[in-house]
């Protein structure tokens, strides 16, 4: 092994692989001085919507103003409740609490850590206005059963793919599954922006046309507010690297999934348990999380060896203070609170060399408790 750490992620290297386009495309956007918004902007959402196979997509300035504004044009508001996985970034939930509405947290499976229909289910009131689940990770959840619940109340579906650009569940991309799908472009997700990005993608005219008007503080035609909006567009600048990124974003999936196929085939320890992948469904590996019964020692091992793992995420939404007034308290999602105390996150991303992931592999092999 080298003397060099082995980063969970290193962003450097896709840039030094192909800093001429983005250069480029950099410099085309300062030439047309289309800062805010405009035609490069413009060219990725025609482009990420037919990567994804809608027929809209909604660039906006960030994953969670994609949420955001997801639950306005869903017709989200004060009084209403939307279920939400207690295992996720905390953006998924602020999406709701944004809107004035509250988000109902559900566990996790104990295999997948994806959404459970089941505690969904128990979570319907007649307030719930509908349900977000997550790819957590890069893995589809169980859109099936969640769907299915939906149906029987009357609930509207949508996907936070944040961390799943190209992931499939029975064949179809995430982010055309649901009514909407909201992803992230935040530095060191499967395609990202140099900064902050967002889309919310459908095929919703309606949808499509009301968030337009959001992000673009509430304008149909310039100077004209129809109703209070946000500045919530995607910057030219982010548009044209994400166009350049989108034409590897193939590749990088490819890749991302030969490395998660060797961790899952080669790491052998028991000791180590990694996450479920049903066969229904095409994970893209976004983070290769395990669990570990002795995290800290097991961090402690790995920093040693020169392996930076993190931890995604420590600390469940029901269980963070910003949501204290609704009154979590540990028990309530069991599988999720067992993932927090044990989440460990190994380095994974598409540009590793083969002596790293060797490493990796062989350093979670020869740990013992």
Known sequence: MENTIIKRIDLTRDYEAHREEYL???????RDTAFSGGKFADAFDREFAAYVGVKYACGVNNGTSALHLAMLALGVGPGDEVIVPANTYIATAWGVSYTGATPVFADCLPDTWEIDPASAAEKVTPRTKGIIGVHLYG???DFSGISELAKRHGLFVAEDCAQAHGAKFEGKNVGSLGEIGCFSFYPGKNLYAFGEGGSVTCRNEAYYRHMTRLKNQGC??????DEIGYNYRLEGLQGAVLSVSLKYLPQWTKRRQEIGKRYLQEITNPLLTMQAHPNNTEPVFHLFVVQVEER???LAYMENAGVECHMHYPVPCHLQKAYGFLG???GDCPNAEYLANHCVTLPLFPEMREEEIQQVIALCNSYAS
């Open 296 to 298: 800290d020692k097991f």
């Open 139 to 141: 893995q589809p959840f």
């Open 220 to 225: 149909d035609v310039r100077y004209y507010h």
């Open 24 to 30: 480029h495309a950099i410099q085309q956007v300062c």
């Open 328 to 330: 979590g308290k540990e």
